[in-house]
């Protein structure tokens, strides 16, 4: 079985590849129906010209329209990233938003959490739509939603589709203002995160939404900023904006070396998720960031809870544990994680895939730059560089996430029969999300993508032998069941 590490990376295109790019997408949308395939597990999000289209984008805004007026929630924020679609995508939206009687604050072109920020700090907004397609390719666009501060997923998304008028009901057409958040957003972090001592930094956007506000936000709390690929290009010229796929972060390793930074950052599409380099060009995994916030949370409040999801390191949890605090291990999901982040209270959470989230001295959301703002604030408390203060945590022996193609279709069914007949030997099984088998010397996790047609997998051991005996029981049980898929 070859494994598939991720998107390949584009070459770039020149000006009149995104001209054509933009063109095409004019011309091939008015034919386009509505399908269910659009809406997906933590969003809705499809191909600009293909699956989605300016018509489609205000027949959605119609049912949020009113999936927000049957929870009394009139005011609602609309924010875009940069892609070439996002205004044409954003105006019809809000079109819909505002037919639907929605009174509409449009805050532009923003990172993600800049979108829930607005639900939390302007008067009466509790709701929002976020216009992006967030790291996938540039022909892509979509939407992420929040009603009364939650985002939604699953059967919610679903009840958006549900909730698409026949036509256009007859009402009053809602207001519509715009508002610039940037500064306001800027400030409230610049104004609780003091580092002690100013970093060298380099932070890499791919090109993405992040690519002002990331590095202002960064020299506003003191660092020295090196910017690489911040300018806003919804073509993506340089890489991919998906930090959780290593070739992509190259450039970002290379910087770093060269200028001898402290520490290099790289943010996705839209600014949810951040990656991380040291000074030696290690990528410092998800799960092993989060051990450093979970650390500095627990020397000030002892006891508290720390949620990760299924793809995490064991050896968070014992390092959560042994420092008193209470680790839980829960489903993927940005939009799960933040639902039981307000179930249980958790002030602090995180994936494997790069999204972070404080309900410490923040509001709960993901946010890749904040993140990195909490990051520059504990490395500059010590004395010690990137490289030695994360070698202090434990680590295994580990792969990264690893995708194997299955048709959407049958993905669950994969699953189910894994949990059903796969031979996993024995080790303590836990399937709340996919299955994940821990033994005493390693574990090993297989799960349904909820956002595309594969399957992900990842294996960890305490040494190399360990890891290759669990990877390779996993594998061979996976096999068995797609040889009766073909």
Request: include cysteine.
């Amino acid at each position: 079985m070859v494994p598939r590490w991720g998107w390949l990376i584009s070459s770039g295109a020149s000006e009149r590849e995104k001209s054509d790019l933009t063109d095409s997408a004019n011309t091939r949308q008015e034919a386009i129906a509505l399908t269910d395939s659009i809406f997906r597990a933590y969003d809705i999000r499809g191909i600009v010209g293909e699956t989605l289209s300016e018509d489609i984008a205000r027949q959605i805004g119609l049912a949020i329209a009113k999936l927000a007026g049957d929870k009394g929630l009139r005011r609602i924020a609309v924010a875009r990233d940069g892609r070439l679609s996002a205004p044409r995508m954003s105006a019809a939206l809000i079109s819909g938003l505002r037919r639907g009687g929605c009174d509409v604050v449009d805050i532009g072109r923003v990172p993600t959490p800049v979108l829930y920020f607005a639900t939390f700090v302007l008067d009466g907004v509790r709701a929002g739509v976020m216009v992006t397609g967030s790291h996938n390719p540039p022909d892509y666009n979509g939407f992420k939603v929040v009603l009364d501060r939650k985002a939604l997923f699953g059967e919610q998304i679903m009840e958006i589709r549900r909730s698409i008028p026949d036509r256009d009901p007859d009402v009053a057409e809602g207001s519509l203002e715009e508002v610039d958040l940037a500064e306001e957003y800027l400030q409230r972090i610049a104004g609780d995160i003091r580092p002690r001592r100013p970093l060298r930094v380099v932070v890499d956007a791919g090109n993405g939404v992040t690519g002002e506000l990331g590095p202002e936000l960064l020299r506003r709390i003191g660092c020295e900023v090196d910017e690489l690929h911040t300018r806003i290009d919804g073509t993506f010229p340089n890489h991919h904006p998906d930090p959780g796929v290593p070739e992509n972060m190259t450039d970002l390793i290379r910087r770093v070396g060269e200028t001898g930074a402290d520490i290099g950052f790289g943010f996705d599409g839209d600014g949810d998720r951040v990656g991380v380099v040291t000074p030696q060009g290690e990528l410092i995994y998800p799960d092993h960031l989060m051990m450093a916030y979970a650390e500095e949370l627990l020397a000030r409040r002892p006891g508290s809870q720390v949620i990760f999801d299924v793809k995490c390191t064991a050896n968070l949890a014992r390092m959560v544990r042994r420092l008193g605090g209470q680790p839980e291990m829960y489903k993927t999901g940005h939009s799960l994680i933040k639902d039981r982040m307000q179930a249980t209270g958790a002030p602090l959470a995180g994936e494997m895939s790069g999204h972070i989230f404080f309900a410490d001295r923040w509001y709960g959301f993901d946010d890749g730059i904040y993140a990195a703002a909490r990051l520059v604030e504990i490395l500059a408390a010590r004395d010690e560089d990137a490289d030695v203060f994360f070698a202090r945590f434990p680590r295994d022996h580990s792969t990264p996430e690893i995708s194997i193609a299955v048709p959407e279709e049958h993905k669950f069914r994969v699953i189910e029969e894994l949990v059903r007949e796969g031979d996993f030997g024995e080790g303590e099984r836990c399937t709340l999300d996919g299955i994940r088998v821990d033994y005493e010397d390693g574990w090993g996790l297989v799960r349904a993508s909820n956002t595309s047609p594969k399957l992900v997998a990842r294996y960890e051991g305490r040494d190399a032998g360990s890891l290759s005996r669990i990877r390779e029981r996993f594998e061979r049980s996976i096999d068995r069941v797609l040889e009766r898929l073909d």
